[in-house]
């Protein structure tokens, strides 16, 4: 398995407090992801990095960011927790883009 | 806009039945295609991922292909096993703004039944 691990793995928070997630990776890839799962939505990619310090948005970014100071580490922060944000959310990497990607094993968030 | 649809949504099968998965892309023009099990609580496994120049890719008991001109993957699972019960994901690579993201289908949900 590659070596990703997103912590915590579960977390309950109040509406309108931060929130910060972390992936860490060993593998030394370049591209890390993070994406959220809904029933019914499917995963959706929230931001991306290409590189150290080099992020960019995806598809549903509104109250999200994110920073990468290192290599192995993708923050992702709610500045303001809601409840349309409880979902699971994952970190993915890949080593070249559109390469093959690896994903961890998901952070359960609830905010209520 | 890259579109990835897996039909059906859930299957149930007996135990031993050979059986197809299905993805479908809306833009041909795609650089590889990934297919991934997901375990209930668990993050993503990747199974397969055959390149736009492949027409198929095999491991073990699992066979994926691809046919970019109909806008097509299959996932071919099999003897299926009760241990195979899982929810499938296939992901296509989007280009954009540099970067390749990856757009999933909403998966189908199998069961094998014992």
């Known amino acids: 398995d590659a070596g990703i691990t997103q912590s915590p793995r579960h977390k309950v928070t109040e509406t309108g407090t931060p929130v910060t997630l972390r992936c860490h990776q060993t593998e030394n890839h370049r591209y890390m992801y993070w994406y959220r799962q809904d029933p019914g939505h499917g995963l959706r990619l929230i931001h991306y990095?290409?590189?150290?310090?080099?992020?960019d948005k995806g598809e549903v970014s509104d109250g999200y960011s994110v920073s990468r100071s290192k290599t192995e580490d993708f923050l992702l922060t709610l500045e303001s927790a809601t409840s349309s944000q409880t979902s699971v959310y994952f970190c993915?990497?890949?080593?070249?883009?559109?390469?093959?990607?690896?994903f961890g094993q998901g952070t359960r968030l609830t905010v209520v | 806009k890259q579109e990835v649809t897996q039909i059906p949504a859930a299957l149930s099968v007996p135990e031993g039945e050979n059986l197809v998965l299905n993805c479908s892309f809306t833009d041909s023009a795609i650089y590889n295609l990934q297919w991934f099990r997901q375990d209930p609580g668990k993050g993503l496994t990747s199974l397969l991922l055959i390149q736009s120049s492949q027409r198929e890719q095999t491991s073990g008991r699992l066979n994926a292909s691809l046919d970019k001109s109909s806008g097509r993957s299959t996932l071919y699972i099999a003897a299926s096993q009760p241990g195979d019960s899982a929810t499938y994901l296939c992901?296509?690579?989007?280009?954009?703004?540099?970067?390749?993201?990856?757009?999933f289908g909403t998966g189908t949900r199998l069961k094998v039944l014992a």
């Open positions: 993915a990497i890949s080593e070249i883009t559109g390469g093959e990607a690896f």
């Open positions: 990095s290409y590189g150290v310090k080099d992020t």
């Open positions: 992901a296509v690579p989007m280009y954009s703004s540099g970067t390749y993201k990856y757009i």
